[in-house]
């Protein structure tokens, strides 16, 4: 929590950062329309943004824009943000494949 804190405040620039205005200019689920391009979203259950993607699935279906997710909401084992980029977790190697598959798709 320091480190997000920390982050927060240096960017949006006030240490009051989570009822700044300047944090609601900052979600992106509140600014997408429907001319959004096809959207594949991932993350990790640890240390990650997942209700922020969630949220911005949700929007995307919601504006019928094609959106495909991948999250680990239902496992226990711990999955950080990044994952993805860790080629010996299977799970990374499933991310790789879904995401190749989503690119040709809409290429």
């Known amino acids: 929590k320091f480190f997000v804190k920390t982050v927060a405040w240096s960017l949006i620039g006030t240490k009051d950062w989570k009822t700044?205005?300047?944090?609601?200019?900052?979600?992106?689920?509140?600014?997408?329309?429907?001319?959004?391009?096809p959207t594949y979203?991932?993350?990790?259950?640890?240390?990650?943004?997942?209700e922020q993607?969630?949220?911005?699935?949700?929007?995307?279906?919601?504006?019928?824009?094609p959106?495909?997710?991948?999250?680990y909401t239902d496992t226990k084992k711990e999955i950080t943000h990044e994952?993805?980029?860790?080629?010996?977790?299977?799970?990374?190697?499933?991310c790789y494949q879904q995401t190749l598959d989503f690119v040709n798709k809409y290429k």
């Open 83 to 94: 994952y993805q980029f860790d080629y010996t977790l299977k799970e990374s190697q499933n």
């Open 41 to 50: 979203i991932t993350d990790g259950n640890a240390y990650s943004f997942q």
């Open 53 to 65: 993607g969630q949220a911005l699935e949700n929007r995307l279906t919601e504006l019928k824009v």
């Open 67 to 71: 959106v495909q997710s991948l999250f």
């Open 20 to 37: 700044s205005e300047q944090l609601k200019e900052a979600s992106v689920a509140d600014h997408v329309s429907k001319e959004f391009p």
